[in-house]
């Protein structure tokens, strides 16, 4: 099954789940055990440099331009890390500039919609003007953008089929039945997972008492990911917080490092960027644990670089 079809099938899902609904009760949907998505060599970008426009316009030319990712008339969720009510040089949200020159690739693609959002861990309107979100997405000047408040009334619980950690969990609507979910997520430390990446970015995108997946954050970010598939992570690297976080605070905790990293493989993004901060692949449990499932590349010898 390939990835598309993954992800058809995850929204077919809802939908049925929800017109049975109507009709009577469902309590949650059940999914399938998710197809393995690693790929024999995954490619992977990797680009240095000051002008972040011009970076990201490389990284995602070099994987066959944004087209490979976004067709006409598509709805594309672009989902940043936006969750701290700190200014950009403190580096724990995605860099804005990063988030604006990729929903301009999208819109050039033809996108039908371009929609930001982001479960918070502050408050949710400083969150996002804090961040600087807000500027440059009122300065992209369409309608086709929308920098969104998530709306509790839309989760839905899922089933997780073999999942580890936790067997069902909430997850948000917009996320899943979006046609294209671009992931970009800010590389920093965490003091519970080590690292948070791409993997760990998704925790915005769902709903419930996210503090319960803590005590095995591994495993449960992996089954978190064997449900949301991100069809490209753009990991921000331009200037990372190597320590203090996620929430960080101190411009002393901040290294640049002027880089940006994508690739459709989730696990192969995350295990370069843990090189950034001198570690190993291996020695981050979330990267672990995705590999162990079948969710991407972690060895970087396996890895196509372009």
């Known amino acids: 099954m390939t990835q598309v079809d993954r992800r058809t099938f995850i929204r077919e899902s809802i939908r ?3 017109a049975m609904a ?3 009760s469902l ?3 059940d999914l399938l055990s998710a197809p393995a998505l690693a790929a024999e060599m995954p490619p992977l970008a990797v680009r240095k440099g000051k002008d972040i426009q011009r970076m990201l316009e490389q990284v995602i030319n070099a994987l066959g331009g944004i087209e490979a990712f976004v067709k006409q008339g598509d709805i594309v969720v672009v989902k940043p890390n936006i969750g701290w009510d700190r200014t950009v040089e403190l580096a ?3 860099h804005p500039e990063v988030v604006k020159a990729l929903v ?3 819109l050039e693609a033809g996108a039908k919609q371009v929609r930001i959002f982001d479960r918070t861990c502050n408050d949710e ?3 996002y003007t804090q961040s600087g979100i807000r500027a440059v997405v009122e300065q992209v000047k369409s309608d086709r953008v929308s920098l969104e408040y998530m709306d509790r009334r839309a989760y839905q619980e899922l089933k997780i089929s073999g999942g580890v950690a936790f067997d069902r969990w909430h997850f948000y609507k917009p996320a899943l039945e979006a046609d294209r979910l671009i992931n970009v997520p800010i590389a920093k430390h965490h003091s519970i997972s080590k ?3 791409g993997m760990k970015n998704l925790m915005g995108v769902i709903g419930g008492n996210r503090g319960r997946l803590h005590s095995n954050i591994a495993e449960s970010l992996a089954d978190i990911n064997s449900v949301i598939h991100s069809d490209l992570t753009v990991v921000d690297a331009t200037r990372i917080l190597v320590d203090n976080g996620p929430q960080g605070g101190r411009l002393e905790d901040v290294r640049h490092t002027d880089a940006l990293i994508a690739s459709p493989d989730i696990v192969a993004a995350d295990a370069y960027a843990a090189t950034l901060f001198n570690y190993q692949p291996e020695d981050i449990p979330t990267i672990v644990a995705a590999a162990n499932r079948g969710l991407g590349i972690m060895d970087l010898k396996r890895v196509r670089m372009v």
């Open 27 to 29: 309590p949650a949907i």
């Open 125 to 127: 309107r400083r969150c």
């Open 92 to 94: 724990a949200n995605t």
């Open 195 to 197: 690292l948070t990446l």
């Open 16 to 18: 049925t789940a929800l």
């Open 104 to 106: 301009q690739l999208c």
């Open 22 to 24: 109507a009709v009577g």
